[in-house]
């Protein structure tokens, strides 16, 4: 059984930056991704960054070259996944998923969910 536990998001202003942090703990394969979804009210979830276990990253079209996801899979247990938010702008803001896929480097359909974190772009 996977664990994640979220840090960071809270609120900042148009232009700003944050930085969202992930652990996961409880790893069995060394072949998985993880990353995160966000959900904005009353949308559908979707990716926003995925790396895997062997450094392969993903973004979604909306963030890319604004977000930079990175890993730390040094402990074959205990991965630590960062998601470095830069030029933030209102239609970011949403509450922000980690997630953990095992046994595959696919992004789609994930086993584990952090908590969520909410991040608001607002000045």
């Known amino acids: 059984q996977v664990q994640l536990v979220e840090s960071g998001g809270g609120l900042v202003q148009p232009g700003g930056s944050l930085r969202l942090s992930c652990a996961a703990s409880g790893i069995r394969y060394s072949r998985n991704a993880m990353g995160w979804y966000r959900q904005a009210p009353g949308m559908q979830r979707e990716l926003v960054a995925s790396?895997?276990?062997?450094?392969?990253?993903?973004?979604?079209d909306s963030v890319k070259g604004r977000f930079t996801i990175s890993r730390d899979s040094r402990d074959y247990a205990k991965n630590m996944a960062y998601l470095q938010m830069d030029s933030l702008n209102p239609e970011d803001t949403a509450v922000y998923y980690c997630?953990?896929?095992?046994?595959?480097?696919?992004?789609?359909?994930?086993?584990?969910w952090g908590q969520g974190t909410q991040v608001s772009v607002s000045s």
């Open positions: 997630f953990f896929k095992s046994g595959s480097y696919s992004a789609v359909n994930p086993d584990y």
């Open positions: 790396c895997t276990s062997g450094g392969a990253t993903t973004y979604g």
